[in-house]
T-cell receptor, first 115, second 109 residues
Framework: GAVVSQHPSWVICKSGTSVKIECRSL??????MFWYRQFPKQSLMLMAT?????????EQGVEKDKFLINHASLTLSTLTVTSAHPEDSSFYIC???????????FGEGSRLTVL | SQKIEQNSEALNIQEGKTATLTCNYT??????LQWYRQDPGRGPVFLLLIRENEKEKRKERLKVTFDTTLKQSLFHITASQPADSATYLCALGNNDMRFGAGTRLTVKP
């Protein structure tokens, strides 16, 4: 199946700093990628839909100035958590699909811990 | 508002039995529904997709049904094994995918 790679797999940072997470589709082009956040024992919450060459679409309640998304190419989307705070600590997962109506392929996730 | 509910947070069954997980939704008309498996600390892995015009799909020991009138999908694992222990997520799709909270299945030897 298709491969989505996410990096870094875990990161620890100090409060107030910014953290960038990369999501790459390795063997297909993705005009759309999705970013999810998952708190312990909870489900995946869609944060935003990343669109290549245009602005991301954010879900209600997600601050676009805090969670900056850039989809600069057909194989790369980045999520930057700006001025991170402890409450931003979570598991962030990206996904993409070769077929827009088909299965989603997920990255391995990035566990962010903000001290 | 749109809701996706998976019937129970946790389900424990004995090895060899059939596990049945339920996914109900409201205020939604998905074009398709998918089931994923998620192991702790990992991203979800796709299992099955069923479209709105399909009633049932099978793949090896897995079976999914989709009733758009009841707004419900059932996910069955037959001849369950301890290796099937994981969290199972249903996801509904149109232009994006939204997930239920998941059911944590434990299959005991």
């Amino acid at each position: 199946g298709a491969v989505v790679s996410q990096h870094p797999s875990w990161v620890i940072c100090k409060s107030g700093t910014s953290v960038k997470i990369e999501c790459r589709s390795l063997d297909f082009q993705a005009t759309t990628m999705f970013w999810y956040r998952q708190f312990p024992k909870q489900s995946l919450m869609l944060m935003a839909t990343s669109n290549e060459g245009s602005k991301a679409t954010y879900e209600q309640g997600v601050e676009k100035d805090k969670f900056l998304i850039n989809h600069a190419s057909l194989t790369l989307s980045t999520l930057t958590v700006t001025s991170a705070h402890p409450e931003d600590s979570s598991f962030y997962i990206c996904s993409a699909a070769p077929d827009p109506t088909g299965e989603l392929f997920f990255g391995e996730g990035s566990r962010l811990t903000v001290l | 508002s749109q809701k996706i509910e998976q019937n129970s947070e946790a389900l424990n069954i004995q090895e060899g039995k059939t596990a049945t997980l339920t996914c109900n939704y409201t205020n939604y008309s998905p074009a398709y529904l998918q089931w994923y498996r998620q192991d702790p600390g990992r991203g979800p892995v796709f299992l099955l997709l069923i479209r709105e015009n399909e009633k049932e799909k099978r793949k090896e020991r897995l079976k999914v049904t989709f009733d758009t009138t009841l707004k419900q999908s059932l996910f069955h694992i037959t001849a369950s094994q301890p290796a099937d222990s994981a969290t199972y997520l249903c996801a509904l799709g149109n232009n994006d995918m939204r997930f239920g909270a998941g059911t944590r299945l434990t299959v005991k030897p």
